[in-house]
């Protein structure tokens, strides 16, 4: 290499003067930290672009996440013991904060609790808004309402937030990641509040449908119901998460097929621990055995908490904020500008010509 050539510019000589690939020459495995690049690689080529990915997950642990999901279903549905399964299970159950251990309480009102989980250094403030039981009425015309309401109440906090002057560096995010909805384990089809409610709030927010008390159907009962449930959702043009129109790419398109096929999951949930060859496991014991929740053989816990959490949490949030907060942006935006107000001069409503 020539020496009267200033330093940042050897770089770019040095890749004229090698015909090869340069990033042949850099093996960039996971493996090596971004120590060993430096002096490593000095005079090769290696710029450092892939220690931002270190940088981003230093960033990201430092600030943790926040995750918010929704239960809607029936009374009676096990919303509030699933949601302590979630918690209790392998994902949060050593992490849960301590003085969680008296059960969720019949829901009475629409309500939220947050827990701090913390795992391998990465903390989440995970969110459960629990619905009182939906559909219990005798006269259950509107009752989405509240439900409706609150999800855009989130919505316009976050929109004043980021229009308010003097914004908060983080806006704190109480939006409505994932809604559950509970399908209650008749084996029919759908029912018409079903079909009414998912598609009013498919439209607003991610709907993930589980099949609830899914020890009380046999393996194919399940299978039909889910073949059922699938077709009504579909001849309906109800939309429940994930959606095929925002898969980005073939693999993602491939890895969320597999999942569709699997919707709605059919789920149990607990709060107990039994003993099971000498291995504590979270499960229901009945007189011919104990329905193990975390066991794929038994039921489709696993694949739910692993949609919610293990691969799909931070897409739900993306989608959240891409796709249904920036709808409810613009709707409103626009609203504010055809009528000539402020923003402050909107009310929030609930009907379906929301806001
Ligand atoms: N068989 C069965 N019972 C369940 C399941 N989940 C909850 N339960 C029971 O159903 C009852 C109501 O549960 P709860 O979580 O309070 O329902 P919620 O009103 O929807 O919140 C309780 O007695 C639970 O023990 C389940 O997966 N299978
Ligand atoms: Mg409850």
């Known amino acids: 290499m020539r020496e009267d050539i200033p330093q940042r510019l050897k770089t770019q000589v ?21 120590e060993d690049h430096t002096q490593d690689h000095a005079t090769l ?46 994902v ?10 008296e059960k969720i309480q019949k829901t009475v009102h629409l309500q939220s609790v947050s ?90 927010v991610s709907i993930v449908p589980v099949i609830a008390k899914a020890d009380t159907l046999t393996i194919e009962e399940r299978q039909e119901f889910r073949k059922k449930i699938q077709h009504d959702l579909q001849a309906n043009e109800i939309r429940v998460y994930p959606q095929r129109e925002y898969d980005e790419d073939a693999e993602d398109r491939i890895l969320n097929d597999k999942i569709r096929e699997k919707i709605p999951f059919a789920v149990v949930g607990t709060d107990r621990e039994h003993q ?30 692993d949609l919610l959490i293990r691969s799909h949490l931070q897409d739900l949030k993306d989608v959240t904020h891409n796709i249904h907060y920036e709808t409810y942006r613009v709707r409103r935006l626009n609203d504010s500008n055809v009528n000539g107000l402020g923003l402050s001069s909107l009310s929030i409503t609930t009907g379906e010509n929301v806001l």
């Open 276 to 305: 099971v060859n000498g291995n504590k496991v979270l499960g229901r014991k009945t007189k011919w055995g104990i329905i193990e929740v975390e066991n794929v053989a038994h039921c489709e816990f696993t694949n739910f908490r």
């Open 92 to 101: 949060s159950r050593k992490s849960c904060t301590p003085n969680y251990e």
């Open 14 to 34: 040095q890749m004229e003067e090698n015909d090869t690939d340069p990033t042949e020459q850099v093996p960039c495995t996971n493996d090596s930290g971004p």
């Open 45 to 90: 080529n290696y710029v450092g672009i892939e220690a931002v990915l270190d940088q981003m997950r230093r960033k990201a642990m430092k600030t943790g996440f926040e995750f918010n999901i929704m239960v809607v279903g029936q009374s009676g549905l096990g919303k509030s013991t699933l949601m302590n399964t979630l918690f209790k299970s392998k």
């Open 115 to 204: 827990h701090v989980i913390e795992e391998k250094g990465v903390k989440m403030k995970l969110t459960v808004i629990d619905t009182p039981g939906f559909g219990d009425q005798i006269d259950n015309d509107n009752c989405w309402e509240p439900i409706v309401k609150y999800i855009n109440e989130q919505y316009e906090k976050f929109l004043r937030e980021e229009l308010s002057i003097n914004r908060k560096r983080r806006i704190p995010d109480t939006r409505v990641h994932c809604c559950v909805y509970f399908l209650p384990p008749t084996g029919h089809c759908l029912r018409p509040i079903d079909i009414e409610f998912l598609k009013r709030l498919g439209e607003i």
